[in-house]
C-alpha cells in the first residue's frame, strides 16, 4: 500500500475586491466582493486551491475554528470521509449557508490538491476531459453605469467576437431594466438572452407583470426573481410567465434542491460547487435532479464548473463569465480567460494540474484583504 499523503496545513485569506461603482439592486448594496480563497498543503509538499464568494459571511472563522481541526492530520485520499466526518460533527453550522459555504471550499481544495499529487488536471482525475462548452456573457455591469445604449453596444462588440448566449442583471428601475433587455435584443436577435431578477420582487403579482411586459423578447430565463425560501410561491409564478425560471445561486444544503423540485418551482436548478458541498457534496444535488428529471446548470466560478461539469459528462451546460473589470466576479478577471470558437462555444481553459491556476496573488494583494496565515506571499 502507498504510505499516506497527509494534509499538514489549511489556511484561508479574505480577499475584498473592489468594484467600478457600487452595485445596487433594491436593498442590497454591493460596495465590494469578498472572497475567501483557501489553501490546502500536504506532506508530499502539494497544494490545493479553491476559491468562493463570502456573501459578508464569516467563511474565513469558519475554517479555521470547526474544519481545518478535522482536515488537518487526514490521509488526502479519504477527502470524502473526511468532508462527510467535517459535516457530521457540526450538522447545525455545516448543513447549510456559511457554513457548507466554507466546507465546499475546503473540499475542492482537497480535490485540487490530490489531483495534482496525481499530476492529472481536475477533468482527468474525476474520470473525463475537459471539452468545448456553451459560455454565456454577463451583460450590464455595474448596472447604475450601464444604460440601455451602453447594454446594447456591449451585446454588440461580444456577439461580434462569437458570443451567443447573454444575461443581464436588473436595471436601476423596472423601466431601465426593459429597455437593456430590448438593446441586448436588438443587437443580438438570434442569441439566447436571459435575466437575472436578482431577489428584489416581493410578490408573483409583481414578478409576473414584469415577466410579461418582457416576454416578446424570447427570454431564455428569469432567474432569482424572490429571496430563497417559498418554494410555492416560486410555483405559482412558474405557471403565470412564459419563460423558464431558474433558481438556486446562493441555495444549497438541507432540502435543496428537494424543496424546488418537490413544488414543481423551477425549470432550471441553479448548481454552484462552492457553496453546494464542492464535489464531494455537490455532486448529489445534481444526482437529485437526474433522478427528478428536473435540468441543472452552473452558476458562475468558471474555473471550477467548466472543468468538473465536463468531466461530469455535461458539457452542453452553459459556462457564465463576467465582463472583466466591470465588478461581476473580480476574482476571475485575474485568472484565465475564455477563448469563444464556433457556435458560441468555448474553448477548455488551460488543464492541469489540478484546476490549473486558481489564484492571482499580486491581484489579491492589490485589494483590502485579511490573510494571518501569509498564504498569499
Not at 282 to 301: K, N, Q, T, W, Y
Request: with cysteine; proline share 8%.
Amino acid at each position: 500500500m502507498p504510505s499516506p499523503v497527509t494534509i499538514v496545513d489549511v489556511s484561508v485569506a479574505t480577499i475584498q475586491a473592489q468594484l467600478p461603482a457600487p452595485v445596487v439592486f433594491g436593498d442590497w448594496v454591493m460596495k465590494m466582493r469578498e472572497f475567501a480563497t483557501v489553501r490546502i498543503r500536504t506532506s508530499s509538499g502539494h497544494e490545493g486551491w479553491a476559491f468562493t464568494l463570502t456573501r459578508d459571511g464569516a467563511v474565513a472563522e469558519q475554517i479555521r475554528k470547526s474544519i481545518a481541526p478535522v482536515y488537518v492530520g487526514t490521509d488526502i485520499a479519504d477527502r470524502e470521509r473526511t468532508f462527510r466526518i467535517t459535516k457530521g460533527r457540526t450538522y447545525g453550522s455545516h448543513s447549510a449557508g456559511v457554513g457548507l459555504r466554507a466546507l465546499s471550499i475546503v473540499d475542492l481544495a482537497a480535490w485540487d490538491a490530490a489531483a495534482r499529487i496525481a499530476d492529472k488536471s481536475i477533468a482527468e482525475f474525476l474520470g473525463g476531459t475537459a471539452k468545448p462548452m456553451p459560455a454565456t456573457c454577463i451583460i450590464g455591469y455595474p448596472p447604475a453605469l450601464m444604460p440601455p445604449q451602453k447594454v446594447g453596444e456591449q451585446v454588440r462588440d461580444f456577439y461580434a467576437d462569437g458570443w451567443r448566449r447573454f444575461k443581464a442583471p436588473m436595471g436601476v428601475n423596472l423601466d431601465e431594466s426593459e429597455a437593456r433587455l430590448r438593446a441586448a435584443r436588438h443587437n443580438a436577435p438570434d442569441a439566447w438572452l436571459g435575466t437575472d431578477l436578482v431577489w428584489m420582487f416581493p410578490d408573483v403579482d409583481s414578478a409576473a407583470a414584469y415577466a410579461n411586459r418582457i416576454g416578446d423578447l424570447d427570454i431564455g430565463c428569469i432567474e432569482d426573481i424572490f429571496p430563497p425560501g417559498n418554494a410555492r410561491k416560486l410555483a405559482e409564478l412558474r405557471k403565470r410567465v412564459p419563460m423558464p425560471i431558474w433558481q438556486g445561486d446562493e441555495q444549497g444544503g438541507s432540502y435543496y434542491p428537494e424543496a424546488l423540485i418537490m413544488a414543481g418551482s423551477v425549470d432550471r436548478v441553479r448548481v454552484d460547487l462552492t457553496c453546494m458541498g464542492g464535489i464531494t457534496g455537490g455532486r448529489a444535488v445534481i444526482d437529485e435532479c437526474l433522478a427528478a428529471g428536473v435540468d441543472f446548470g452552473p452558476h458562475m466560478f468558471p474555473h471550477t464548473h467548466s472543468q468538473v461539469f465536463s468531466a461530469w459528462g455535461f458539457d452542453d451546460k452553459p459556462i457564465e463569465w463576467g465582463v472583466p473589470w466591470t465588478g461581476v466576479h473580480p476574482y476571475d478577471d485575474a485568472l484565465a480567460q475564455p477563448e469563444i470558437i464556433e457556435r458560441g462555444l468555448m474553448k477548455p481553459l488551460p488543464q492541469g494540474p489540478g484546476f490549473g491556476k486558481m489564484i492571482d496573488k499580486a491581484w489579491c494583494l492589490s485589494q483590502p484583504h485579511q490573510d494571518p496565515d501569509n498564504i498569499l506571499q
